[in-house]
């Protein structure tokens, strides 16, 4: 259905009974999947506005995960997860699918978003050293989900939006003067006058825009990701835990060429003339 025949589909909506802090609406033209019922936005957690580019790969290596997975948390029920990607899904539904069970695992919903898509960190000088190894020490867990991406998420009381590390996405945000909050692709996506607006702004690339509806505020990108990443040693951890391949000593192979001959094992024939 088109976006304008929604209010006559959800009556509730419109009735004035009814009252939120918050809500996430997607308007989706579908372009890489088919358009269907199961593959409509919002899903559990997010909206996405984009494409997951490394979505194969994604995959494939939770998958190859699976087997290994265990924690005190779930007991047995974790095989309830299984599979943690469903087969079918767009890649949002899938992104979705992931986000879920990490914030099912104890993490919270911004901690979640930085691990899966984390901002462009390696040659970052400016960046604190212990964001930088938060997002060392989680790319050694989890592999970013990466793509020209704009996200929305919300855990019920907390709700946000972020671009990926290269912004290719537009965000754009606007505050009124009695208190709401409104991020969308485009700034006309609602009409308001422009006496009521008080602060704007477009989200910038690896960052984060949160508003806090039990704090009633917006939590600065700096302040929720320093939050997130000074509350666990994660350096420590990196210095106690992770090998390098570079700092191997080096193995001779059994199979290296010598100047002269053939590597043992290796086969090797003489042209016949013609």
Not at 58 to 65: D, E, I, L, S
Request: net charge neutral; charged share 25%; glycine share 8%.
């Amino acid at each position: 259905m088109l976006a304008e025949q929604l209010g006559a589909f959800f009556p509730d909506l419109s009735d004035p009974r009814t009252v939120s802090r918050l809500a996430m609406v997607h308007s989706r033209f579908s372009t890489n999947t088919f358009p269907t019922w199961e593959r409509a936005h919002p899903f559990r957690y997010l909206a996405h506005n984009g494409e997951i580019n490394t979505l194969n790969g994604n995959k494939a290596w939770m998958r190859a995960r699976e087997a290994m997975l265990e924690s005190p948390l779930f007991g047995d029920a974790i095989e309830d997860f299984k599979p943690i990607i469903r087969p079918g899904g767009s890649d949002s539904a899938s992104l979705d699918n992931v986000v879920d069970f990490l914030v099912a695992s104890g993490r919270s919903l911004a901690h979640v978003m930085m691990m899966l898509v984390p901002e462009a960190f390696a040659d970052d000088e400016r960046m604190s050293p212990e964001k930088r190894a938060f997002y060392e020490y989680h790319g050694c867990l989890v592999e970013p989900w990466d793509g020209p991406a704009a996200l929305g998420f919300t855990d019920g009381d907390q709700i946000g939006a972020m671009l990926d590390r290269n912004g290719l996405r537009p965000a754009k945000w606007v505050v009124t003067s009695d208190g709401l909050v409104i991020l969308a692709s485009e700034l006309g996506v609602l009409d308001l006058d422009p006496s009521r607006i008080v602060q704007k702004g477009r989200v910038q690339p690896g960052k984060m825009f949160l508003v806090d509806t039990r704090d009633g505020r917006i939590v600065p990108d700096e302040e929720i990701k320093h939050r997130v990443s000074t509350r666990k040693p994660y350096r420590a951890w990196l210095e106690e835990n992770k090998i390098d391949l570079a700092d191997l000593a080096p193995v001779k192979s059994p199979y290296a060429f010598r100047r002269r001959g053939r590597a043992p094992g290796r086969c090797s024939a003489t042209p016949r003339k013609t």
